[in-house]
């Protein structure tokens, strides 16, 4: 089995927050909405049930703590959680905090409206923040 | 604590397939997608990480299985995982088959089209082919 590679447009979306024991965790530079993105760094998968049943464990657990990452650092309304996979088939969880004055609310977030890209410091203190708070959790 | 009530709005647009250990198990009333809607019968969630941790456990079992079943039966270009609550707020988790020519493809499902409700006899064979899966599984 080949080595795990991140899916190029993955890593052309984000920036990278952090590695844990499986998930890459990875931050969408989109200023509309606090969105992160789980990718267990597992070659080969695309459907969570694709996921050996103790990686399904771990990914649910860090399903888990990325969401109280959000919930603790944004207050959000709601978190939207999601396995889609119809445009890029490298298996990833979207992990958004949604407000009632975002952009899509109520929608799903994708394809409302583009992607904003964060300004450069402001992008850099999200990813700050977000190393913060999952240290502290 | 209150006991467990089925949202009316996920009662409203549905059939019910299945009680499992956890969840009950519900088939959207919309020909345009295979689409099942886990719903875990406990009082008061609303996002995943309010599950206790067996719960959680239990419940990612549920969502494979589903998975499964869609994937044995439909055969599916991709299948949709979503825990998404903007709208309806008891915590309920989208299963959903995925095709290239179905009507929303690639984008999520979500306010694409609206939905079809089925023949009755298409429904109650969705239903009993689902079951049959399910028991099979």
Known sequence: MSAFELDPQLAADTVSVADWSLCRVLLMNDA???WLILVP???G???LH????D???TVTGE????SRALEGLFKPKKLNVAALGNMVPQLHIHVIAR???DPAWPKPVWGVVPAQPCEPD???ARVAALRGAFAAA
């Open 32 to 34: 509309n909405y606090p």
């Open 41 to 43: 760094a597992r070659p």
């Open 45 to 47: 998968l695309r459907d």
């Open 50 to 53: 694709d996921l050996a049943p």
């Open 55 to 57: 990686d399904l464990a």
């Open 63 to 66: 399903i888990v703590r990325a």
């Open 99 to 101: 407000f009632e004055d």
């Open 122 to 124: 402001d992008l850099e």
